[in-house]
């Protein structure tokens, strides 16, 4: 239902400004407040102009809409001119008049709640305005409604008034304007100054990460050179315990006997801990060798039954080795490989005191990978304390743990091996019930899921925000397979792209001296770079004018949208499958 108010002719300069006027007056009756009467005011104040002005006077008709809920204040501005030809170029945009026709009408949309345009077959346009009443304020009434009508009739018509009222408005605004920039002009420089801290946190950060990459290599030089000393005496205190057992000079009493042996057995765990002291320093410096070669699942299962059995010395437990027949022959590092599934049963036998240690191997049907598994009835392990026992020198207190020796490396030095063969290590246990740990690698080494194992691929990142070089230093820098290198502008980017040749190239758009477009372009043009596949990573909202500035087929990375696994992914696949549209 609707329910007029009041209509109003438009023939003259004055009639625009006394619809503004009654506009106002209107509003503030309704209940709206101060920024929203002006609001209205201003956009019934643009359509009886145009009214006026452009479509040869008119008329105004105020009235309340009552019929879907909540009450519109609504304003109906109808002229005689000529229409309008193509309202969905104003209102995109596209459309420009000398005389600024079309402004008001898209002024007057965004102020309004509801707007509609429409332009008879008999000629004329009809502009329909409607403002929501204030949901806080009691509906109106009829009897309020008509209470309204008498109050703006006895009022009257002041055009001056109105024009002090408009004039005082605007003064409001000017003054809201003046404290919104003030407002921003100290949030720009709060940001400033977070800027600088960000930046010199990141700086910190950096300079601490350096320390502790230092830190890191030299403790695996210590270890390292450490390793090697103890090596040469423990060796020969075997040797000699070695000589002695063997009665090479004379017999021992029973005593004597024992006493060495327990010597024997001192220095054999005292080498196992230093060989993998040795072992884990050489992987932590990158100077693992792997070495592959061709051998089947069954003869690596013999060899392991043979030598892990002076390890069962439980008669409870059983070690128990599926025999691997039907599996592809492997064709990767053995020792390493062996290495590995020795120190998993070895901890399995050492923490299962009754059932049996199953040693399997099977192959995965969505991956190709090669599957060992070493599954134990033991003792379990915690939910909390699975990822811990992957730590050096990491033990977990338990009633068997404190009746059983070693070095808290085994594991460790083991999923590091998982990782240089292009796999991984992961367990799953459940407490008291025991464990499963899985060892899953590529029947071939180097093949595709191979992880650290050849060289690292080089990313140039080209970016002016130093902020999101160090981003991206983070994000690809944890994945083994990828090295960062960067360049602070699109020129210097170039030239680091063509002397250095990297694997891929990370090109931001927003930089000084030569934007990303132009570094696109000249990347394209170069012979020697032509061929490097290029991603673009900006902050800009990706609309169809940007990607239509970017070679067709060149990836687009929103910065907003970055995380270390999509961005891993990508790298990854564009650089083996080459994408270079």
Not at 392 to 417: A, M, Y
Not at 548 to 566: C, F, M, Q, T, Y
Request: with cysteine; glycine share 8%.
């Amino acid at each position: 239902m609707t329910w007029p108010i009041v209509t109003m002719a438009i023939v003259s300069e004055a009639d625009v400004v006394t619809v503004r006027q009654r506009a106002r007056l209107l509003a503030e009756k309704l209940g709206f407040e101060r920024q929203d009467q002006t609001r209205i005011a201003t956009a019934v104040s643009e359509i009886a102009r145009n009214a006026f002005s452009y479509g040869r006077g008119g008329r105004a008709e105020f009235a309340l809409d009552t019929g879907n809920g909540r009450q519109v204040f609504t304003i109906r501005v109808s002229d005689r001119g000529p229409g309008i030809a193509d309202l969905d170029a104003i209102f995109e945009g596209r459309y420009r008049s000398p005389e600024g026709m079309g402004l008001g009408l898209v002024g007057a949309k965004r102020l309004m709640d509801r707007f509609d345009v429409e332009c008879p077959p008999e000629g004329g346009t009809v502009v329909t305005l409607g403002h929501l009443l204030p949901a806080r304020t009691a509906p109106v009434t009829a009897p309020g409604l008509a209470a309204i009508v008498r109050d703006l009739a006895v009022q009257g018509e002041d055009p001056l008034s109105a024009l002090r009222e408009q004039n005082r408005e605007l003064i409001e605004t000017l003054d809201a304007l003046r404290r919104r920039e003030q407002e921003a002009q100290t949030l720009d420089r709060e940001l400033s100054d977070t800027n600088r801290g960000v930046v010199a946190l990141y700086a910190e950060l950096d300079e601490r990460a350096e320390q502790l990459r230092q830190a890191s290599e030299l403790k695996s030089r210590f270890l390292s050179h450490m390793s090697h000393e103890f090596r040469t005496p423990l060796n020969s205190i075997l040797a000699l315990s070695r000589l002695l057992l063997d009665r090479v000079d004379g017999d021992l009493t029973g005593e004597q006997e024992k006493q060495v042996g327990y010597i024997r057995r001192s220095a054999e765990g005292l080498l196992e801990l230093v060989n993998d002291l040795l072992d884990l320093a050489k992987v932590e410096a990158g100077k693992v060798e792997i070495r592959p070669v061709p051998f089947t699942v069954a003869e690596l299962f013999g060899g392991l039954r043979g030598a892990l059995k002076p390890l069962q010395t439980n008669p409870a437990v059983e070690l128990v080795f599926e025999s691997g027949g039907g599996l592809p022959p492997l064709v990767t590092d053995e020792a390493k490989v062996t290495q590995i599934l020795r120190n998993l049963i070895s901890n399995a036998l050492k923490f299962t005191e009754a059932g049996e240690v199953a040693v399997s191997a099977a192959q995965d049907e969505a991956t190709g990978r090669i599957v060992f598994a070493v599954r134990d009835t033991g003792i379990g392990i915690a939910p909390e304390h699975q990822e811990r026992i992957f730590e050096e020198f990491s033990q977990i207190d338990t009633r068997i743990q404190r009746t059983v020796k070693g070095t808290g490396l085994g594991l460790s030095l083991s999923r590091n091996l998982a990782a240089l063969l292009g796999g991984e290590l992961a367990v799953e246990s459940v407490l008291g019930q025991g464990s499963v740990f899985r060892l899953a690698i590529p029947p071939r080494f180097g093949e595709a899921g191979e992880a650290g194992a050849t060289t690292r691929r080089r990313v140039l990142v080209i970016d002016d925000d130093e902020t999101f070089r160090y981003v991206f230093r983070q994000l690809i820098g944890g994945d083994s397979r990828f090295e960062v290198i960067e360049a602070a502008d699109g020129e210097a980017g170039l030239r680091r792209a063509c002397e250095d040749a990297p694997d891929l190239v990370l090109l931001d758009l927003q930089m000084p001296r030569m934007d990303g477009f132009a570094a696109l372009q000249r990347l394209e043009a170069d012979p020697r770079a032509s061929r490097i596949p290029v991603v673009i990573s900006t902050s800009l909202a990706v609309t169809p004018e940007i990607a239509a500035r970017v070679r067709p087929g060149v990836p687009i990375l929103s910065k907003r949208d970055l995380s270390r696994e999509r961005l891993s992914t990508l790298l990854a696949d564009m650089i083996e499958n080459k994408v270079v549209p």
